[in-house]
């Protein structure tokens, strides 16, 4: 299946988004009220590239079924 740069660019971004969330998760789990800010940071970049890279994989896939259609 081959993969244009729009599909790979969202999926890298899925993937950075995973990697925050996860940064996150593992290095701030107790909860620490001093943390929050770095937590709250990390969240909303996940949060940014998740959703970014959720709209980007879209556009690739639609772009895609209609060059296929032409």
Not at 21 to 29: E, G, I, N, R
Request: glycine fraction near 18%.
């Amino acid at each position: 299946m081959y993969l244009n740069k729009t599909i790979i660019a969202g999926i890298i971004s899925i993937f950075i988004g995973m990697g925050f969330f996860l940064a996150v998760a593992l290095l701030l789990p107790t909860g620490n009220e001093s943390d929050w800010g770095y937590g709250m940071g990390g969240l909303t970049l996940a949060a940014i590239f998740g959703t970014g890279g959720i709209l980007i994989l879209i556009i690739g896939i639609v772009v895609r079924i209609i060059k296929r259609k032409e």
